[in-house]
């Protein structure tokens, strides 16, 4: 795949935008060959990871993060040592002291493990591609190497290390040449030099990191299991190969009718597609029956490739709601109306927002083509949550926007950014 053109010669992107850092861990994941240097030590550790890939199993089972997600934090956090809890390394049948601190103490590893995928948010999650992985893995280690920010580290000498001292680091961790990327990620590929923080609230600009970084363990552990990690590393759309176009259309029937979607709505969006991008599907499309009240999961996600449906709550436009009864009644596509509108959008580019992360959408439609005029988006919203939906047989509404709770919203936007299409409908 060509080298995204705005990627910097430091091969890192000095941001936390999903959709930017999506290009950086998809390109270099494709560059990627086992250097000798560090491939030794990736292949011990990928033959220890397959040799106990069912437990790992076990806590995908639990929480839907793929094994080798899970195998790659052990490795990192914990050195593979079933002693040691994903959430820093601790013990797991003791309280941790290392951030997290205060944690624990939990009844298994397994039990441990699930705990640390849960609380940090990584649990039922659909979108498991390349962009996501990593960029999951390396914000799970922190966002320092990305941005920077912290300065004035305290330093301690750590034995005969070299670069290791002690004293006080003044610098931030981007303040090196070439600026630093995250050894946690990158370590054992030439995308990484030097630089590491080896305990809590420390780094040292010259030392380098001992175990390899996750992309060349996975790199190497899909060798060893025998497993292709990623199905494919793509642009905006995935091209589909393989089964008759038909099937797709069937697929996504069948998902349709089982949370009671009118097939209409699926051949209206699937005739669109054809018109968009011949020949190219998303993985993720998605319908909302505003027909529905607002205290109903009345937005769901299709996967066409695992085959699976997600719903959710999904608050619509003050102005479409005269009532105040949760019941949308009324829908526009002139500005400053607050309403929602109805009909077939693309979902288009993230953008951090007053909202946090968000997703621009075009109407595709004359029912909603001023969707972008008018600023109507997809963001999170703190009035959207199960606990008013059921005390209040209703949620909050937007000004035309569709939005979801926080942990809902972040899953939306990952899965149909880029190309997918939503339809609305009543």
């Not at 893995?137 to 000498?157: A, M, P």
């Not at 780094?203 to 060349?216: E, H, K, R, S, T």
Request: aromatic share 12%; glycine share 8%.
């Amino acid at each position: 795949m060509p080298r995204p053109e705005d990627l910097p010669e430091s091969n890192h992107y000095a941001t936390v935008d999903p959709n930017i850092l999506s290009r950086e861990y998809t390109w270099l994941w494709s560059q990627l060959s086992v250097p000798t240097s560090k491939g030794t030590e990736a292949s011990r550790a990928a033959t220890v990871a397959v040799a106990n890939k069912a437990r790992y199993q076990t806590v995908s089972s639990a929480t839907g993060a793929p094994w080798y997600f899970i195998a790659a934090i052990h490795y990192r956090e914990a050195s593979q040592s079933w002693k040691g809890c994903l959430h820093n390394g601790d013990r797991w049948d003791m309280v941790t002291v290392h951030v997290p601190s205060g944690l624990g103490p939990w009844q298994s590893w397994e039990d441990a493990a699930i705990d640390a995928i849960q609380r940090e948010g990584y649990a039922n999650l659909l979108d498991w591609s390349c962009g996501a992985l990593f960029r999951r893995l390396e914000f799970y280690n922190g966002k320092g190497y990305r941005v920077g920010g912290v300065k004035n580290f305290v330093c301690r000498k750590q034995g005969n290390r070299i670069g290791t001292f002690d004293g006080i680091y003044k610098g931030s961790m981007q303040d090196t040449t070439p600026r630093n990327a995250s050894p946690y990620i990158y370590n054992g590929t030439p995308f990484y030099r030097k630089g590491i923080s080896i305990e809590d609230h420390s780094f040292y600009p010259d030392a380098i990191d001992d175990n390899v970084g996750v992309m060349l363990f996975l790199k190497v552990l899909e060798g060893v299991a025998g497993e292709s990690f990623f199905q494919a590393a793509t642009g905006d759309v995935v091209e589909f190969i393989g089964a008759p176009e038909e099937d797709i259309a069937s697929t996504l029937s069948s998902l349709a009718d089982s949370v009671g979607v009118p097939r209409s709505v699926i051949e209206d969006m699937y005739s669109l597609q054809q018109v968009v991008h011949p020949g190219k599907f998303p993985r993720f499309w998605a319908a909302c029956n505003f027909k529905e009240r607002s205290d109903q999961k009345r937005f769901h996600v299709f996967d066409r490739i695992a085959k699976t449906v997600v719903s959710m709550l999904c608050a619509h436009g003050q102005g479409s709601e005269p009532d105040h009864d949760g019941l949308a009644k009324i829908f526009s596509n002139i500005p400053n109306s607050n309403q929602s509108s109805l009909g077939i959008f693309r979902c288009s580019e993230t953008y951090m927002g007053k909202h946090g992360l968000s997703l621009r959408i075009d109407g595709l439609e004359p029912s909603n083509s001023n969707a972008r005029e008018r600023s109507v988006v997809i963001h999170s919203a703190g009035y959207v949550s199960e606990e008013l939906a059921l005390k209040y047989k209703r949620v909050g509404c937007s000004n035309g926007c569709f939005a979801f709770s926080e942990s809902d919203a972040t899953n939306v936007i990952q899965q149909l950014e880029g190309g997918s299409l939503l339809a609305a409908y009543f």
